[in-house]
T-cell receptor, first 114, second 113 residues
Framework: DSGVTQTPKHLITATGQRVTLRCSPRSGDLSVYWYQQSLDQGLQFLIH?????ERAKGNILERFSAQQFPDLHSELNLSSLELGDSALYFC?????WGIGEKLFFGSGTQLSVL | QQQVKQSPQSLIVQKGGISIINCAYENTAFDYFPWYQQFPGKGPALLIAIRPDVSEKKEGRFTISFNKSAKQFSLHIMDSQPGDSATYFCAASRDGTASKLTFGTGTRLQVTL
């Protein structure tokens, strides 16, 4: 168990809908990362938050947004969902942000858009 | 543009054998190269990582070999065990951090009895 909690584990929704994925990092971890894992694209970095502030953006669509709250949990919001958004979404956390940083991944949220 | 190329896509090794997974990168600014292990239904877990100032790092049965001039690095699993059966991902990033990791496409390893 990595200590990173993601909810829900599975999510089935329809095209055009909006969903929110939630991540609780390990106790004390200030950094939260979101990754998307799909069969054709592999693991893709989406966004990184550190202590409530956005630090880096990767291949995140404009329809997607994220935030990290004062209690350090994070939410990834996906809107106007398309079939291609079906994927496994991972959250990862780390204690610090710097050299030798070690990421701890949650078990992911499997999103199916029908 | 795929910045980290991983091979093979799948690998079958007998118990006790050596598993070798290779990765090649293009961006010379990369300076942090971790390997992650992922079991079905779980998130990736950091296995071992290396910085470009060393050519090899060993942790138990797992060894990373790094060739800076060739822009290649590989994972060797000695005395492979059935419990090692998982998907392995190489990755790379700049500034020695885990931010904006670029992952390889993964290698599914199966260790048979």
């Amino acid at each position: 168990d990595s200590g990173v909690t993601q909810t829900p584990k599975h999510l089935i929704t329809a095209t055009g809908q909006r969903v929110t994925l939630r991540c609780s990092p390990r106790s004390g971890d200030l950094s939260v990362y979101w990754y998307q894992q799909s069969l054709d694209q592999g693991l893709q970095f989406l966004i990184h938050y550190y202590n409530g502030e956005e630090r880096a953006k990767g291949n995140i669509l404009e329809r997607f947004s994220a935030q990290q709250f004062p209690d350090l949990h994070s939410e990834l919001n996906l809107s106007s969902l398309e079939l291609g958004d079906s994927a496994l979404y991972f959250c990862a956390s780390s204690t610090s942000w710097g050299i030798g940083e070690k990421l701890f991944f949650g078990s992911g949220t499997q999103l199916s858009v029908l | 543009q795929q910045q980290v190329k991983q091979s093979p896509q799948s690998l079958i090794v007998q118990k006790g054998g050596i598993s070798i997974i290779n990765c090649a990168y293009e961006n010379t600014a990369f300076d942090y190269f971790p390997w992650y292990q992922q079991f079905p239904g779980k998130g990736p877990a950091l296995l071992i990582a290396i910085r470009p100032d060393v050519s090899e790092k060993k942790e138990g049965r797992f060894t990373i070999s790094f060739n800076k001039s060739a822009k290649q690095f590989s994972l060797h699993i000695m005395d492979s065990q059935p419990g090692d059966s998982a998907t392995y991902f190489c990755a790379a990033s700049r500034d020695g951090t885990a931010s904006k990791l670029t992952f390889g496409t993964g290698t599914r390893l199966q260790v048979t009895l």
